[in-house]
């Protein structure tokens, strides 16, 4: 007979979990709105005085996950970019917790960095980067990612900037985005100390591109004015829109104005692994850095980003530091805190490795695919059906109107409220530059099917009333 003490109860209760949650069956409601008093009410019981058995623990840790968090394992949740987890990556992340190995020196988890570098060189080969001084490296996400990014395209385009400094440069560096670039960009340049002034925001075109023509205009004005353009930022799966700019015309820029070629493919960049769609992130290859979020359409949870970059050389002269306490690296090998702005650190890679491993390359494609297809339906069925859409990308993140809407009948906030009230699918709203306040759906969940896009229809449509 075995025996039942407390571990197993637990670790069979929280497997009846990990079941209940991957049955691909929806919870109830993806989320109902709760207030922060309640919260914290139901809180106050936790004083730490005094021991709470395990199990009354996570028996309530549990409930309070799936009753007060949006359930992004929902097959309504059409959120922002928050993906529902394979089950591989849940695995994956278990066992990091268990074995806890430290990435910080090669040394002491060769397994973990080796998987960790496997699978970043198979991304980097799918982006298109040669492999010749190819770099790449986990963060916590795609603002880590970015961050990295800037710091190293300071390193490059001026010498001396790390040892004496941003103000000894005798210039002002600029960097560029389009006004729908992540706003990560509005923190970097503070973070790196180079104000925000420094930053550049410019149009988008009709498309809501970033406009590579008024790019050009201003990257003369600013040498004109005496500036130093450093870097652009190109983004493959716009945060609110899903659009991808023009990489190509902007790596052409970037190489006749000597400036870093950024490209943000956070979320888009997962695209590359569909041969059928990975033509819509063109001209990613030329990047000189890429970010990607392991933790968007890979499907993997928090946090995994992902800085590819093509000039290893600089990323380690930017990062490396002397530190005898630590140990030594063998001569093939390299320690992640030498190559990367963080130190201790989780292996955030097993869970991308485990995801990939385990479906194939052709299985993870198919399920791109599948959403790609998927997609195309939602835009098909909301035209069908009276909705305007105001994004032009192939991606699939939909914003869309209504003629009521427009005409004033409705609001969109009145319907989103309306909506979240009854917890039975999530969706956002956002105002796009070109003036169009719109809602904003994004598959995010690879269990979705055509009868959730239906029944995220057809509540529209009741609600509006048509
Ligand atoms: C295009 C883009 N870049 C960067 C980020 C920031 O990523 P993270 O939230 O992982 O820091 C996001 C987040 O949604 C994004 O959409």
């Not at 929280?14 to 709105?33: C, D, F, N, Q």
């Not at 609110?240 to 902007?250: Q, Y």
């Not at 906030?413 to 009854?422: R, V």
Request: hydrophobic content about 40%.
């Amino acid at each position: 007979m075995i025996e039942t003490n407390t571990s197993t109860l637990i670790l069979e209760a929280l497997t009846r979990e990990i079941e209940r949650v991957h049955s691909g069956e929806a919870p109830a409601a993806v989320g109902k709105s709760v207030r922060a008093a309640d919260v914290r009410a139901h809180l106050s019981r936790y004083d730490f005085a005094g021991p709470v058995p395990l199990p009354d623990l996570f028996a309530d840790v549990t409930r309070m996950m799936r009753e007060w968090n949006l359930q992004m394992n929902h097959p309504r949740y059409m959120g922002l970019f928050n993906p529902n987890t394979t089950l591989a990556s849940v695995i994956a992340d278990a066992l990091v917790a268990l074995y806890n190995p430290q990435l910080a020196a090669w040394s002491h988890a060769p397994a973990a960095n080796e998987m960790e570098r496997h699978v970043l060189e198979f991304v980097g080969r799918k982006l298109g980067l040669p492999e010749e001084n190819f770099a790449a490296h986990f963060t916590s996400g795609g603002s880590d990612a970015n961050l990295t990014a800037a710091l190293v395209a300071l390193a490059k385009q001026f010498p001396a900037y790390l040892r004496k400094g941003l103000v000894n440069l005798g210039t002002q560096p600029v960097m560029y985005v389009s006004a729908y670039a992540h706003n990560s960009f509005d923190k970097i340049v503070k973070h790196l100390g180079l104000g925000t002034d420094a930053l550049r925001v410019i149009p988008a075109n009709e498309n809501l591109q970033l406009d590579a023509a008024a790019l050009r205009k201003q990257i003369d004005l600013d040498r004109q004015k005496g500036c130093t353009p450093f870097m652009v930022v190109g983004t493959a799966g716009t945060t609110s829109a899903g659009i991808v700019d023009p990489l190509p015309e902007l790596a052409d820029l970037c190489r006749e104005s000597d400036c870093w070629f950024h490209v943000d493919a956070a979320w888009g960049g997962a695209i590359v692994l569909s041969e059928k769609w990975k033509g819509l992130v063109r001209g990613i290859e030329q990047a000189d850095s890429v970010t990607i979020d392991a933790h968007k359409w890979f499907f993997v949870p928090f946090g995994a980003g992902m800085f590819f970059c093509r000039h290893k050389d600089v990323a380690e002269n930017t990062f490396s530091v002397r530190a005898d306490y630590m140990p030594k690296p063998q001569d093939d090998t390299y320690d992640p805190y030498h190559t990367s702005l963080q130190w201790t650190r989780r292996f955030m890679g097993l869970k991308l490795f485990m995801t990939l491993a385990e479906k194939g390359e052709g299985g993870f494609s198919r399920l791109l695919d599948d959403q790609m297809e998927l997609g195309a339906y939602f835009r098909e069925q909301l035209t069908r059906h009276g909705w305007k859409l105001v994004n032009p990308t192939q991606l699939p993140v939909f914003c869309f109107t209504h003629p009521l809407i427009e005409g004033g009948a409705v609001s969109t906030d009145q319907i989103l409220k309306t909506l979240y009230a009854d917890g039975n699918l999530w969706i956002s709203a956002v105002t796009l530059k070109n003036g169009h306040k719109a809602f904003r759906a994004c598959l995010t969940n690879y269990n979705t099917d055509r009868e959730d896009l239906d029944f995220i229809l057809a509540e529209l449509n009741r609600i509006i009333g048509q």
